[in-house]
Structures are given as structure tokens and as C-alpha cells.
């Protein structure tokens, strides 16, 4: 059972320099998330996709971006990482909106940027 | 804004002992809330869903309840073992969009053998 898979787990990157977190999800799920935790903060929501198609701003998004790729895929984007976005990232999905269902989520992607 | 509290920060109690999680939140109109455990390095695996038309979930061992009207929920974990040491985070969905899901910060349980 794959459920949620993120890549890559580790990554260390250059302020300034760009990567994409890949996150696909092998359960039929309509919605998508992309979840940042960082120590004190607990999880903040980047952004979600209700359903294949649409995107939405959560919490913290600037200085992210996302793609909904297909139905099962949801891609998380840094154009220029900066120090401040050292964090833990977790991709999660849910057959439903936020909180109505059971969410599952991925065994997160720990990026450093130096 | 909803917001979620968890007391204590942190516990350590011997095997075999009942315990509660505490989780606090600010709004009553809170629609659904869930109980989740985190292992060291891992992600998020989600215990228990209480709906909005629900007072209380079990599975196992575990029962959360949900008192909307004095904004509480616990986690009552009955014959700790050493295998619940984890990390637990409870979550509010206010029902609206992207300010759905709320974390707490997570109560570290160690259950000492």
C-alpha cells in the first residue's frame, strides 16, 4: 500500500536556487495538500487542490507555487528558496474537503536551504 | 482565526497507565475535529475523525470525545504501552475553505516500559 509518496525526502539547496517537490497519491483521492512544520509552529497549510484543476492558497504560500498534474499528482514549486523555507514538507490527501475525511498524509520531504 | 491548543507540551508516564490528551480550541463552530500521532522523522498517521454530528470515536484502545460548547476535545489512551510513544496532534476543520484544517503543536507522550 503506497498511499502518499513524496520525493525527494532530503534535499539541502542554495538560497536562490529553484526545485520542485513531487507528490503522488495512489488513492483515488479528489484533494491534495502541501503542509510545511517547523519547530514551535506546528503545521501550516501552503496550499490545497479541492479537485483536479483547481488550486488555493492556504496559510503561508508566498513563495510557492503548485501544479494539480493529474488527478493523482500535486507538485509543490520553489522559484528562489530562501533560508526561511528550512522546513519539513508534507504532502497529504483526503477523499473530500479539509477535515471532512480521513487525510493521509506523506512521510514528508526535509529541505534545507542554506 | 481558529485556534488549537494541546496541554501538555509534553508527558511521561510508566506502562500501564490511562492517560488524556488535552486539545483546546477557540471556535465553537469548529465542524470536525481529528487526533492524529506522528513518529519521530515520519508523517502524520490519523487515529480518530469526529464529525460534526459526533460526540465521541473509538478504535481500539484509543476514544476521543468532542465538547464543541466548551471548545475541548481529548484523547483517553486506556493501558499505555511503550509503543504509543509518539508525538499526538489534534486538528479543527472550521468548515471554510483554506482556513479548513487547524494544528495544535502536539503533545510528546513517552510511555516508559
Known amino acids: 500500500n503506497a498511499g502518499v509518496t513524496q520525493t525527494p525526502k532530503f534535499q539541502v539547496l542554495k538560497t536562490g536556487q529553484s526545485m520542485t517537490l513531487q507528490c503522488a497519491q495512489d488513492?483515488?483521492?479528489?484533494?491534495m495538500y502541501w503542509y510545511r512544520q517547523d519547530p514551535g509552529m506546528g503545521l501550516r497549510l501552503i496550499y490545497y487542490?479541492?479537485?483536479?484543476?483547481?488550486?488555493d492558497k492556504g496559510e503561508v504560500p508566498n513563495g510557492y507555487n503548485v501544479s494539480r498534474l493529474n488527478k493523482r499528482e500535486f507538485s509543490l514549486r520553489l522559484e528562489s528558496a530562501a533560508p526561511s523555507q528550512t522546513s519539513v514538507y508534507f504532502c497529504a490527501s483526503s477523499d473530500g474537503g479539509l477535515g471532512r475525511n480521513t487525510i493521509y498524509f506523506g512521510e514528508g520531504s526535509w529541505l534545507t536551504v542554506v | 482565526k481558529q485556534e488549537v491548543t494541546q496541554i501538555p507540551a509534553a508527558l511521561s508516564v510508566p506502562e500501564g497507565e490511562n492517560l488524556v490528551l488535552n486539545c483546546s480550541f477557540t471556535?465553537?463552530?469548529?465542524?470536525?475535529l481529528q487526533w492524529f500521532r506522528q513518529d519521530p522523522g515520519k508523517g502524520l498517521t490519523s487515529l480518530l475523525l469526529i464529525q460534526s454530528s459526533q460526540r465521541e470515536q473509538t478504535s481500539g484502545r484509543l476514544n476521543a470525545s468532542l465538547d464543541k460548547s466548551s471548545g475541548r476535545s481529548t484523547l483517553y489512551i486506556a493501558a499505555s504501552q511503550p509503543g504509543d510513544s509518539a508525538t499526538y496532534l489534534c486538528?479543527?476543520?472550521?468548515?471554510?475553505?483554506?482556513?479548513?484544517?487547524?494544528f495544535g503543536k502536539g503533545t510528546h507522550l513517552i510511555i516508559q516500559p
Open positions: 487542490s479541492a479537485s483536479e484543476g483547481t488550486t
Open positions: 488513492m483515488n483521492h479528489n484533494s
Open positions: 486538528a479543527g476543520d472550521s468548515g471554510g475553505g483554506a482556513d479548513g484544517l487547524t
Open positions: 471556535d465553537s463552530a469548529i465542524y470536525n
